[in-house]
Structure formats: C-alpha cells, structure tokens
C-alpha cells in the first residue's frame, strides 16, 4: 500500500464489504459471512454498508426496498456490528460512490465487464431489464471498495471475480496517473473456512435467500418453532447414523451447522451421537441454532422498535464514510483533469 509520510505508523488496515438489501439473510450468509465480522473489528478499521444503489439493478418495489434496506441495516448491528467501532452506512446516502463509479466506468473496458459471470447470469435471468446498471455492476462495486483505499474484503465465492476486477481497475487507474488507489486483497477469516451450508432440502445445493422450496432455508429471524421444524425436515438418508461421508451430504450439513456453534469437531458430535437416531441429532442441531440466533434476534426487535436511533446511526455512518471517500474521489479528480470547484 501507499503511504503517504504522513501517515500515522500504527494506521490500522481497512476493511470494507457490503450486502445488498435483499432480504432477511439465511443461516448460511450468517455463519458463512455475517457473524465473521464483528470481531475483525478489534483489529481493523471497518466500513459495511447496505448496497441499495446495487439493488436496482434489478426491478424493485420501492417501498419494499426501502423496508429491506432498513431492515438490512438493522440486523447487521443485531449481528454485533457496532455503529462506535465501524461505520455502518447506506450506499446511497454518500453520492461519492455514484460519483466514483462514473470515473471507474471511463477506465473499465466493455469486453472486461462483458465477461463477468454475474453478468451472464442476471441477464439470462432478467432477460426483458437487461439495464445498463446491471453491465456496469461491477464499476459500482469497485468504487464502494477503491473509495475507502480498502485494504481487505471480506467476500463469498460468488463475488470473487468482482474483487479481481476491482483490482484491475485499481491497477489501471494507478498505472495511468501514478499510486492513487489501494489495491484491495480478498479477505477470508480462518473460521470462514469450510463453512459452507447447504440448502436443507437439497444439501447439493448451497442455502439460499432464493431457495424454492423455503423449507430448505433457515432465516436468522425465523421463530423457534419454525427452525425446529425446518431441521427437523431436513434432508438426509437412509442409514441413521450421525458420521460424514459418501451420500451423507444431509448429515454432514447439519455436523457443519452444529459445530459452528458448539465448537465441537466432527469426531466430537459422531461420538457424542453414536448409537442415537436422525431425529435426536437433527432436534439437537435445531435446538443448538435456536440458542445461537436468539441474542441476535433479540436485538433485532429491540433496534426496529427504535428507528429515531436506527436514524441517528445511519446518519452519522453516512457522515463518517463521506469524510473518508471524499478525500479519495478528490484525488481521483485532480488526477483525471477536473478543474477544481
Ligand atoms: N455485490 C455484493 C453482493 O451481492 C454486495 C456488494 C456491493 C459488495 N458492494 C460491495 C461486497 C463491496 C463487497 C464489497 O453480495
């Protein structure tokens, strides 16, 4: 990274990610992503937002929009982001990312943005909105990040090619006009590793918000009742015993799921099973997710019944990522040629 000679010695790395307002997260983006961040806040100066500017790249109720993104907000403070240590924000209330991006978007190639796989996808899938939003995604996508001079991203598989892209535009930005832009690295906490949950109707498949059989997924805000019975109809086989292995992707979810919350390996929870049947593991994992989501849920309903202060900490976090990227678009400014205002 480039520093300047004035930079203070001990400046923390900086992290930034984002999540779009989509929904209630599933089970898997909390314990695949979500509960991961809370405790890099200790060591890292730490920016997430709720990327609603990326949420209209497909078409939107706004008053549902405009729900989910409250809502989005709201639970990544239940999940124990805390609006003191990081700045938490809404990407649409700092103009700088939209500015940014219109730059980045001048230093981005069409062929580079034509290949995107996310691209390919959506507009298979959106094929009547194929939106010029949706192509330049990814120019978006890297302002968010190149604004804060991001050091580290914490990103899932699937957004692996928008980091890699982010840094070629970072790359060629700085090749063009000298060091101005940090070139973020992907960020995957050790305790990330491997915990991958699938959906549980279908343990070939990862769970998703968009599942379509909503059995298959466990919303973070899903009553108790509701997630017993979800584990309790989760898919697994024929041969009733609590161990991994070939065909038993069901179980081996479920050990996964278990074992993010109780620390225990999967010799530890085989052991602890052996001898007992499908429904007495899968009532335990059920039990176990309950117990571990209920002081996040908790919180949940506390922030939603207190929107002034929901209010106040949107407001300032906007405040705060503002100060920060508008040193960086400055720079990207005079460098490109803009005349100073
Ligand atoms: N595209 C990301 C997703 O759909 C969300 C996102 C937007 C993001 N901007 C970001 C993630 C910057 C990391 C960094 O999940």
Request: with cysteine; proline share 6%; aromatic share 10%.
């Given at each position: 990274?480039e520093?300047t000679p004035a930079?203070?010695r001990?400046?923390?790395?900086?992290?930034?990610?984002?999540?779009?307002?989509?929904?209630?997260?599933?089970?898997?983006?909390?314990?695949?992503a979500?509960?991961n961040?809370?405790?890099l806040?200790?060591?890292?100066?730490?920016?997430?937002?709720?990327?609603d500017?990326?949420?209209?790249?497909?078409?939107?109720?706004?008053?549902?929009?405009?729900r989910?993104?409250?809502?989005?907000?709201?639970?990544?403070?239940a999940?124990?982001?805390?609006?003191?240590?990081?700045?938490?924000?809404?990407?649409?209330?700092?103009?700088?990312?939209?500015?940014?991006?219109?730059?980045?978007?001048c230093?981005?190639?069409?062929?580079?943005?034509?290949?995107?796989?996310q691209?390919?996808?959506?507009?298979?899938?959106?094929?009547d909105?194929?939106?010029a939003?949706?192509?330049t995604?990814?120019?978006?996508?890297?302002?968010?990040?190149?604004l804060?001079?991001?050091?580290?991203?914490?990103?899932?598989?699937?957004?692996?090619?928008?980091?890699?892209?982010?840094?070629?535009?970072?790359?060629?930005?700085?090749?063009?006009?000298?060091?101005?832009?940090?070139v973020?690295?992907?960020?995957?906490?050790?305790?990330?590793?491997?915990?991958?949950?699938?959906?549980?109707?279908d343990?070939?498949?990862?769970?998703?918000?968009?599942?379509?059989?909503?059995?298959?997924?466990?919303?973070?805000?899903?009553?108790?009742?509701?997630?017993?019975?979800?584990f309790?109809?989760?898919?697994?086989?024929?041969?009733?015993?609590?161990?991994?292995?070939?065909?038993?992707?069901?179980i081996?979810?479920?050990?996964?799921?278990?074992?993010?919350?109780t620390?225990?390996?999967?010799a530890?929870?085989?052991?602890?099973?052996?001898?007992?049947?499908y429904?007495?593991?899968?009532?335990?994992?059920?039990?176990?997710?309950?117990?571990?989501?209920?002081?996040?849920?908790?919180?949940?309903?506390?922030?939603?019944?207190?929107?002034?202060?929901?209010?106040?900490?949107?407001?300032?976090?906007?405040?705060?990522?503002?100060?920060?990227?508008?040193?960086?678009?400055?720079?990207?400014?005079?460098?490109?040629?803009?005349?100073?205002?």
């Amino acid at each position: 990274m480039e520093q300047t000679p004035a930079a203070p010695r001990e400046r923390r790395k900086i992290i930034f990610s984002a999540i779009q307002p989509t929904g209630v997260f599933t089970l898997g983006n909390y314990i695949g992503a979500v509960r991961n961040w809370p405790p890099l806040q200790k060591d890292y100066d730490c920016l997430y937002c709720v990327a609603d500017l990326h949420a209209i790249t497909v078409r939107q109720d706004p008053a549902t929009l405009r729900r989910n993104t409250l809502e989005a907000y709201a639970l990544l403070m239940a999940c124990g982001l805390d609006p003191e240590k990081s700045i938490l924000f809404i990407q649409s209330h700092n103009p700088d990312h939209a500015q940014g991006a219109w730059v980045l978007n001048c230093y981005t190639q069409f062929g580079e943005l034509s290949r995107m796989t996310q691209f390919k996808d959506k507009s298979a899938r959106y094929a009547d909105n194929i939106n010029a939003g949706l192509f330049t995604y990814p120019t978006l996508m890297a302002a968010d990040i190149l604004l804060y001079q991001t050091n580290f991203v914490p990103v899932g598989e699937d957004q692996r090619q928008h980091l890699e892209i982010t840094r070629d535009i970072a790359g060629r930005f700085n090749g063009v006009y000298g060091p101005t832009l940090t070139v973020p690295e992907a960020f995957i906490p050790k305790a990330e590793k491997g915990a991958r949950i699938m959906s549980l109707q279908d343990p070939t498949r990862k769970m998703s918000k968009s599942d379509p059989n909503p059995k298959g997924l466990v919303s973070i805000l899903d009553e108790p009742g509701v997630i017993l019975k979800k584990f309790r109809s989760a898919v697994t086989d024929s041969e009733a015993r609590v161990a991994a292995g070939p065909g038993k992707e069901g179980i081996a979810n479920l050990m996964g799921i278990y074992s993010v919350f109780t620390g225990k390996d999967f010799a530890a929870i085989q052991e602890e099973f052996a001898g007992k049947g499908y429904g007495d593991f899968k009532t335990a994992v059920g039990e176990t997710v309950i117990q571990a989501l209920e002081p996040v849920q908790r919180r949940y309903k506390e922030l939603m019944a207190d929107k002034a202060y929901l209010e106040d900490c949107y407001r300032r976090g906007a405040q705060q990522a503002a100060r920060l990227s508008h040193r960086t678009l400055e720079k990207m400014y005079k460098r490109v040629g803009f005349l100073h205002a």
